[in-house]
């Protein structure tokens, strides 16, 4: 029988705001199959206009509540960019520890109370406390310990109140940092957990090739700052980014939209694997590879010794065959495997942090706040945050006033992909005779896999 | 879940709840997750029958409806009305829903056309000036804050199963900090709203050396005069003043007073 259906969902549930699905198939043809962002805009571009630059990163820190630190943190970047400020050794490792745990939290978020519910076969989180409880306890450990380190850090885990252009207000507590290396180094055994929850996990086998952008490591696994990289082989400078977003409009979308050298592209956590898979710990790499995420050529190239630290105090790995993005078979197409890339992240980034608190404690507290010498001219920030790379290009006046905003959105970028990938869903579906159920099922998996924040792709 | 819960045998009463969001980041209803360690606790105490965030099923049958967010579109306009309807007791939950929050912050420019054009350019897009829950329908309750307190979020709901009245400090913030033996951020060169902002956060932001923003909305005995002498004599510009003021929208009336003055005395 050939295969009849028509979805129509509004509002998708188990996302971050709001958008739709509509998939038609009349007797096995694919008549509609669309995604579309209905979200209301809020104009943050507008609101940041006139306003001195220490609102930046206040105001913007509000385009999302799940990467509220991404966003501040970013504002933070260009208005130091432009002001010509480096950040000290010690701010730069704070930011970047309180960068990772808005990553653990937000993955953590995304993988059990919006992912998971799809592949353990129930609606939402609520049935699996009672079916699966100790899989709840551990997600909310790891939860827990990522927000209460946001909270040492940040100040709060929701709309920081530490971080500001120069440094920080406030420095953590060193006794409570030794504590937090403990339960990070505990949370391992969370993770190997994790682990074998994913591996009961069926991820549909489904590919359409894209291209991926994110930032460029140097051999390793680059969160803030520095060149723009992608798939197809394109690479530019950090303040280049508009040649890399490429923003347009169209009718079926409140957000802005993005491509490169394709009619779409995608950010995230498998952009980032797939661009900077050498630069992963061994540890995150091994986990990669049981999940089945690995570029096969980066597999050749063998594992490296941890080269993440090394690389970030200035030391190049050594021991690793050159990897360039865009090899054959480097590069992975499946979107629903962005979950596991999360995963793989989430290692990554709990190793980093347990180095950069023996960092951190390894010297004296320093200053904790530059002095900030207004002038004019232009920031821009690059920030890998949970869903991919954030810009945000801040125009300044003389007196350290705004004159005109720009951020580009992970999610933003993402949403003509995901429009793309619901095209090429629906003629999978229908070739592979799936029933209406599974249709709308996968569907929405997709969506979710990329974890979108759609009310932060509007903002 | 079990949707008839006892405690040492006797039965517990356990209202529907349903969660919305109008404009904003979800960033207050993700505050609810974000207390991991009560969250089960929580979800014990009453019955969520709507969380789009968090779950697939939705249900229209409702008691209570938190909603957070401010109204930017005809089309939320009509949501928030229907929600009032079906709910025995609608909740602001945060500043933008309370205030119009962070996104009131467009109608200062009093020119939608502009505010469009400089974020979208030439492609039509729909938007009204933003407001607050309360300029549509009756709000019941609020809980102000951005974002809200997950404490206080907790202690307003057990008081509403029980039944009990709730009661917002009549206080500022400055009070809490003093009791937390804070540093006078006056005294670091910061500006700060803690003497007029209301109390209830436990001087969140103060107490991490962040001068307040206001983002709780004026304390009934807010003295605004005052601090209009305090900004001056510790030598805070009006503008960084205003900047906080208007930030959340809870200072309204007193921005455009302000304003009012700044005209005439030009």
Known sequence: MKISCDIDIKHLTRVEGHGNIRIVIEDGQVREARWEVVETPRFFEAILVGKHFENAPYLCGRICGICSIGHTLASIRAVENGFGITPTVQTGRLRLLLKHMETLQSHILHIYFLAAPDYLGVGSVLPLTQSHPAVVQQALRLKLLANDICDEVGGRRLHPTRTVVGGFTMLPDRYRLGQFRQRLQASLADLDASVELFRTFSIPDFQRETEFVSLKGNGDYPFIGGDLISTDGVVKKEQEYAAMTNEYMAEWSTSKLSRLSRKSLAVGALARINNNFAGLLPEAKVIAEELGLVPVTARDAGHGRPSVVRARDGERATGLIPWEPGMAGAVNHNPFMNVVAQLVECVQVVLESIQLIDDLLAVPWQELRQTVAVREGIGVAAVEVPRGILYHCLHLDAAGRIVKADCVIPTSQNHANIRHDIEDLAVFCVNQGKTDKEIELLAEMLVRAYDPCISCSVH | ?266
């Open chain 2, 1 to 266: 879940m079990t949707k008839n819960k006892t405690f040492l045998g006797v039965p517990v009463a356990r209202p529907k709840v349903g969660f919305f969001e109008l404009s904003s980041c979800e960033g207050c209803q993700l505050q609810l997750l974000n207390n991991e360690a009560t969250l089960l606790d929580f979800l014990s105490l009453v019955e969520i029958v709507r969380f789009r965030e968090g779950m697939k099923e939705a249900s229209d049958e409702y008691e209570i409806a938190f909603v957070e967010g401010s109204v930017t579109r005809a089309d939320e306009e009509e949501r928030l009305k229907n929600i009032r309807e079906k709910a025995r007791i609608v909740v602001a939950l945060g500043s933008c829903a309370c205030f119009g929050g962070v996104n009131q912050l467009k109608n200062r420019f009093h020119d939608l056309e502009w505010v469009k054009k400089e974020v979208y350019g030439s492609f039509p897009i729909e938007t009204q000036e933003v407001k607050p829950l309360s300029a549509v329908i009756k709000v019941d309750l609020e809980i102000y804050g951005c974002p809200i307190k997950k404490e206080e979020v907790e202690r307003i709901v057990t008081a509403l199963v029980l039944g009990e009245e709730i009661h917002h400090p009549q206080y500022p913030v400055c009070m809490e900090c003093k009791a937390r033996e804070n540093i006078c951020l006056f005294d670091l060169g910061e500006p700060c709203l803690g003497p007029v902002t209301r109390a209830g956060c436990d001087a969140w932001c103060p107490s991490n050396r962040l001068g307040c923003w206001g983002c709780r909305g004026p304390a009934p005995e807010a003295n605004l005069t005052r601090l209009q002498i305090i900004m001056a004599e510790r030598g805070i510009s009006q503008e960084r003043m205003i900047d906080r003021l208007e930030c959340f929208g809870g200072f309204a009336g007193f921005v455009a007073d302000i304003r009012v003055k700044k005209e005439e005395a030009k």
